[in-house]
């Protein structure tokens, strides 16, 4: 089975989580991130916007009445 990121998308994840460690990861609002979530988010992004492979983001399906 193909890898679904690439080794530089999980370097980017990587390296984002070591800044939220150090408390110096920043959203796009300026305000510290704390959340784990939030910062894979971050990194899988910056991962995305530098070509990296990452798989699209998941989109909401809508409710079938």
């Keep these: 089975m193909a890898r679904k990121y690439s080794k530089a998308a999980s370097r980017k994840v990587e390296k984002v989580m070591h800044e939220r460690k150090e408390g110096t990861l920043k959203s796009g609002s300026g305000k510290k991130v704390k959340s784990r979530?939030?910062?894979i988010a971050i990194g899988l992004s910056e991962a995305r916007k530098e070509g990296k492979k990452v798989p699209k983001k998941a989109r909401?399906?809508?409710k079938k009445r």
């Design 60 to 62: 909401k399906k809508a």
């Design 37 to 39: 979530k939030q910062a």
